[in-house]
C-alpha cells in the first residue's frame, strides 16, 4: 500500500494485460451494483431543478453535445466547468483546461478535505468555494451508459501522466441553459501507470476511504460490496481488454490553442444557489 500525490492509498493490484484479480468477494451483475448505489448516489446530491429532465446517458432520447460546447460536468455538490472534444454514441469526450472554474465543497474550517482525519472526512461541516483546474489541462471520456468515466491526465510537458478510472454513477445528460452532466462519484478508484504501455501497473486507490463511508454512514455494507463489484467489472470489461477508450490513444492527444482557454460557470440563479449551499456532515445540504 503507499499514498497518492492527492493523498489517497493505493494498492497495486495488478498489470495489464494479466489476468484481473477480483477486489469484491461477491459476484453481482453490473445493473445489480448499480441499482444498490442509484438511490443514495442521486437522492438529494443534485439541487440543480435541471436533473428532474435528466435522461439517461445510453437513451435513444439523451441530448447530444457538438464539439466546442461548453458544459457542465456535475458530481453531485461538484460542479465543473468543460468543453466537448466528441460526442457519439459511445460517450462523450470533454477538455477541462487549466484554470476552468469548478465549485466544491470544502470543510467550512478552512482546512483541504484530504487534510480531515479519515475517521472524521464524512461527518465535519461543510461549504462551497468556487476553485479552478490546476495543474495541466485534463481530458476526460464517459461512456454512455456506463458506471465510469476514465480522466487522462497529463504531465507538464504535455505527456501522458497515468489514466485514471472514476468510479461513479452512469451519467444522466440534460439541455437548456446550462447542459451536461449528472453523476455522483462513488469513491473507490483505479489508476493505470503510464509507464510501459499495455503492460501498465493498475492500482486500486482509496479503498481506505470507501470503508469509512460505511463507518460514518454514506454508504451500507453491501452499498460498498456493490462497489467494488464495479471496480471488478471495470477491470473485466474496461481494462484487460483494452476497450475504449482505451483502444484510441486518447492519452496523447493534444486540444487546438482555441479549445485550450479556460471555461467558465454560467451566470444564473441556480449556479448562485449552489454557491450558498452547506451542511453540518456529508449527509446533509
Do not use: C
Amino acid at each position: 500500500m503507499d499514498v497518492s500525490a492527492s493523498g489517497g492509498t493505493v494498492t497495486l493490484i495488478g498489470r495489464r494485460g494479466d489476468r484481473w484479480q477480483n477486489v469484491s468477494t461477491r459476484e453481482m451483475s453490473l445493473q445489480r451494483a448499480i441499482a444498490l448505489l442509484e438511490p443514495t448516489g442521486q437522492d438529494g446530491s443534485h439541487l440543480d431543478p435541471a436533473f428532474e429532465d435528466a435522461v439517461a446517458s445510453d437513451s435513444e432520447h439523451a441530448p447530444r453535445f457538438a464539439s466546442g460546447d461548453e458544459i457542465l460536468w456535475r458530481y453531485g455538490r461538484h460542479v465543473e466547468a468543460a468543453r466537448v472534444v466528441r460526442d457519439d454514441d459511445r460517450g462523450l469526450v470533454v477538455w477541462i483546461p487549466s484554470g476552468s472554474a469548478r465549485l466544491e465543497p470544502v470543510p467550512a474550517d478552512g482546512r483541504r478535505h484530504r487534510d480531515v482525519p479519515l475517521d472524521e472526512r464524512f461527518l465535519t461541516p461543510w461549504v462551497m468555494a468556487e476553485t479552478a483546474w490546476t495543474g495541466p489541462g485534463i481530458l476526460r471520456i464517459a461512456p454512455a451508459g456506463r458506471p465510469w468515466s476514465l480522466w487522462f491526465f497529463r504531465r507538464p510537458d504535455g505527456g501522458p501522466a497515468g489514466t485514471y478510472v472514476n468510479l461513479e454513477l452512469p451519467h444522466r445528460r440534460v439541455a437548456g441553459a446550462a447542459p451536461g452532466i449528472f453523476s455522483r462519484d462513488l469513491v473507490l478508484d483505479i489508476w493505470i501507470d503510464a509507464e510501459h504501455a499495455v503492460t501498465e501497473d493498475v492500482w486500486l486507490k482509496d479503498a481506505d476511504e470507501l470503508d469509512a463511508v460505511v463507518a460514518q454512514g454514506h454508504f451500507t455494507t453491501e452499498q460498498a460490496e456493490a462497489v467494488r463489484v464495479l471496480a471488478d467489472h471495470a477491470g473485466h470489461d474496461l481494462i484487460v481488454p483494452g476497450a475504449w477508450p482505451l483502444d484510441e490513444a486518447w492519452e496523447r492527444w493534444s486540444p487546438d490553442p482555441e479549445a485550450d482557454v479556460p471555461v467558465g460557470l454560467p451566470d444564473s440563479a441556480e449556479m448562485d444557489a449552489a454557491r450558498k449551499r452547506s451542511g453540518r456532515t456529508s449527509l446533509e445540504g
